[in-house]
């Protein structure tokens, strides 16, 4: 994935989280990308469950699962919140202590009430993390 490809998949990604499901008092100011991003900080007892992506520029692994990602943000849009982090960027420091950050590609999904429901490191199947945002949301009915 060339560069260009990679800042637009992130300015989606971000306007999936900032248009579509974050609450307006958990929104930053304008990140580097130039469009605004969501502190995983604020996140918490959501009305909604967490689906958060932890990802590197660098990172092949986390680039081949953009796709699959995409899918699930559309699939889930408006039921799920989907954060994608940035792991080499400080601001995200905070998040990947308290969602337990181990490796990259790596897929957190937190219930409404804050409780990691689940966590998966590498390469995933579309069907994984499916069940893992299917469990999150029995939580919350």
Not at 53 to 75: D, H, I, R
């Amino acid at each position: 994935m060339n560069k260009r490809s990679m800042r637009s998949w992130l300015i989606t990604c971000v306007l999936l989280v900032t248009v579509g499901c974050a609450a307006p008092s958990a929104v930053n100011s304008p990140g580097p990308s130039g469009a605004a991003e969501v502190s995983a900080a604020q996140s918490v007892r959501a009305e909604q469950p967490l689906f958060v992506n932890f990802y590197a520029t660098w990172c092949g692994s986390c680039m081949a699962m953009q796709p699959v990602v995409n899918k699930l943000a559309e699939a889930y849009q408006g039921r799920v919140t989907f954060l994608t982090l940035n792991i080499d960027e400080p601001q995200n420091r905070e998040a990947m202590q308290k969602y337990r950050f181990v490796g990259q590609p790596q897929f957190v999904v937190v219930d409404v009430r804050g409780n990691i429901v689940a966590s998966r490191i590498g390469i995933q199947t579309y069907e994984q993390l499916k069940a893992d945002i299917e469990a999150a949301l029995r939580i919350a009915r």
